[in-house]
């Protein structure tokens, strides 16, 4: 099982804020992933990443951007915050398909 | 292509069984499945992989039928833990898993 870390687990933010969420994995794992999900919805996959310096943008068209500088760190940055993000967000990291994932951030934007 | 849950939700007595299906309309390599219980991430129960046997621990298995493009989760004997929503993710050649959109699985006592 894959030791992976969020923070913060709870954001309350004003519109226009930038923010960034962490997320930190102690395995190893080259790939990462970010997943936005409301409550009770499905997962949509915002961006994923094969390894240092590799980012891709998922199915899902967000207005987030993110950085993979080191293997264990996969932030996420939204440089203006807007009500429309606000929705938990869950990141996850993979060796091969299978994804262990980390607790979440559940971001609001007033 | 997104796999297609079934059914979308429901609700059993304690003790009762529960099959949950994932389908695909296109070939499929491998099924993850993962149960999520409110207000915590998901958490990875089990891959089937085409060409595999049926899988399972406890009272919670699986199988992967390649003609019907469909892997189905069996919840025997139902415990009050089991509750939670039930995602299905279908692999490919890149790493990527395409979730299905769950099924919310409620065990009264």
């Known amino acids: 099982e894959a030791d992976i870390y969020q923070t913060p687990r709870y954001l309350v933010i004003g519109t226009g804020k930038k923010i960034t969420l962490e997320c930190s994995q102690t395995?190893?794992?080259?790939?990462m992933y970010w997943y936005q999900q409301d409550p009770g919805m499905e997962l949509h996959l915002i961006h994923y990443?094969?390894?240092?310096?590799?980012?891709e943008k998922g199915d899902l068209s967000s207005e987030s951007t993110v950085s993979r500088i080191r293997t264990e760190h996969f932030p996420l940055t939204l440089e203006s915050a807007r009500p429309s993000h606000t929705s938990q967000y869950l990141c996850?990291?993979?060796?091969?398909?299978?994804?262990?994932f980390g607790p979440g951030t559940r971001l609001l934007v007033l | 292509q997104q796999p297609v849950q079934s059914p979308q939700a429901v609700i059993l007595r304690e003790g009762e069984d529960a099959v949950i299906n994932c389908s695909s309309s296109?070939?499929?390599?491998?099924v993850h499945w993962y149960r999520q219980k409110h207000g915590e991430a998901p958490v990875f129960l089990m891959i089937?992989?085409?060409?595999?046997e049926q899988k399972g621990h406890d009272k919670i298995s699986a199988s992967f039928n390649e003609k019907k493009q469909q892997s189905s989760l069996y919840l025997t004997a139902s415990q009050l833990s089991y509750s939670g929503t039930y995602f299905c993710?279908?692999?490919?050649?890149?790493?990527?898993?395409?979730f299905g959109k769950g099924t919310l699985l409620t065990v009264n006592p």
């Open positions: 996850a990291s993979s060796e091969l398909e299978t994804q262990y």
């Open positions: 395995m190893g794992h080259d790939k």
């Open positions: 990443s094969y390894g240092v310096n590799s980012t």
């Open positions: 296109k070939a499929l390599y491998s």
């Open positions: 089937l992989l085409k060409g595999g």
């Open positions: 993710g279908t692999g490919g050649s890149n790493y990527k898993l395409t």
